[in-house]
């Protein structure tokens, strides 16, 4: 007499997880038997962490807790997990398993995306057409407003180091004498006398936006130190932004307040 051999059911998954709780995220999910899959783990072991994560997170376990058909035949318990426990679950794990894991809810995500609407009708394809160009448009204000702010960034990385005046005006494309009239409309440079040598304010040394570089001279008293004024980088990128009329965040905080 011939026995007949038996093959084990197929395993069942569960079904996703619904809306089941308004504290918890929609999203991608995934059960622990899944999990168990894409990780090559036993199921008992991902459960085990599982119900340890829920606890800590103090969170309500029956809420995720489902049944399914396991590879015996019988009805076993598992978890179904949105996107946030999924990672935290998995955050102890190995990077190459973890990656699996995350490359699967990228997958669940992409195919949970609707699909572009086509336009039913002429109007609505008219329409459509209508507010994409609206949207070009909007785009391409934004990059034209952001033009001056870009040339800034430019001028400021080209320049490392402290320069003076005069190379300061041709870094930002100006008149030397331009610049020179600007700083001292501003009280921040000044000298003494008709012939007197350019001398930074007090205020804009103690800003740090210009700095004095010393040198020695020959006078008819003898040896002398004589000074040049210096735009640091700081005080280049203010003065570039506020001449530019732009606002930008690098760092600096009142980068035209106290320019003004």
Known sequence: MTSKRTTAPALTHPSPMPAIAPDHETGPTMSTVEIAERTGKLHKN???????????LDLDALTFERTYTNDAGAAATCYILPEREILILTSGYSIALRAKVVDR??????ASRPAPAIPATYADALRLAAEQAETVERQAALIESQR?????????????????????????KLQPKRLFGVLAERGMIFRRGVNGRWQASQRALEQGILEHDSFPVATSAGP????????????????TAMLAGVQLDL??????????
């Open 148 to 172: 001056p702010a870009v040339a800034v960034v430019a001028r400021i990385t080209a320049s490392s180091a402290s320069l003076s005046i005069t190379e300061a005006a041709k870094a930002m």
């Open 251 to 260: 760092g600096i905080e009142g980068a035209r307040d106290d320019l003004a």
């Open 46 to 56: 991902v459960l085990r962490d599982c119900r340890r994560m829920l606890k800590a």
């Open 105 to 110: 809810l990228r997958e669940l995500e992409a």
């Open 224 to 239: 002398a130190e004589a000074y040049s004024v210096k735009v640091t980088t700081k005080g280049f990128a203010r003065i």
